[in-house]
């Protein structure tokens, strides 16, 4: 399956294999930069995901040498050139961002090369994130006078912690993938010619858990990171709902049996 950003620019391809969704932000002569467009149709192919039973994790990556360079600042003279029209663009990021933070499907960030502003959204917006050693993190909204969102700045609280949030977002600096790492955004550096694979490999071992009990899980590790009244009532209700499930019950006859468990996500 491909979503095309544009009629003449397919700038966003979706491909699934073996219950895991490939999204490949594909235009490497931008350095992957996101197009207007583009905001559009990552939400909407998440939200088409999210309909497919057969799914069970989202890789999301970067075609070429880049993950994303993040928004395309040649359309800012138009999409974003007052408050009105920054506002509305405002909103279409902060769609994107939380499309890829609520699914119900565990999301992997394989990043290489810049993974700047919204790309560096983007990939916080995951729940985990490898890196090749070149990859490059900065988040130069102070650079160009402009705002970041405010719930994708939760995100970057969460995944970098408050210090190292004010540091980026303040100076405009870049990061390497060792300090990444070390402030705990990176999950793990791979050799450059593994990235793939390796996302790959991380997405397999998810596919075969229990997408309830991921989905519940997920959820309860949101309540924690928010301490909303609301989140966690949500994140009890779905943990509740796998102590009724089949997966549950396949779960343990599996233990019993000595044998691999077959999850159905119900």
Known sequence: ?????????????????????????????????????????????????????????????????????????????????????????????????????????????????????????LAAACDLRISTPDALFAIPAARLGLAYPVEAMGDIVATTGAQMARYLTFTGARIDAARARECGFLLEIVPTDVLVSRADEIAAMLAVNAPLSIHASKASIAAALTSRAEDFSRAQGLGDITFESADYAEGRSAFRERRPARFKGR
């Open 1 to 121: 399956m491909t979503v095309p950003a544009h009629p003449s620019e397919p700038a966003l391809r979706v491909s699934c294999t073996e219950g895991v969704a490939t999204i490949l932000l594909s235009r490497p002569g931008k350095m992957n930069a996101v197009s207007q467009a583009m905001w559009h149709d990552l939400v909407k192919a998440i939200e088409e995901l999210e309909t497919d039973e057969t799914v069970r994790v989202i890789i999301l990556r970067g075609a070429g040498d880049n993950f994303c360079a993040g928004a395309d600042i040649a359309e800012f003279d138009t999409v974003r050139r007052n408050a009105e029209t920054a506002r509305a663009y405002e909103n279409l990021n902060a769609r994107a961002f939380a499309a890829i933070r609520n699914t119900r499907l565990p999301t992997i960030a394989a990043i290489s090369g810049v993974c700047f502003g919204g790309g560096f959204g």
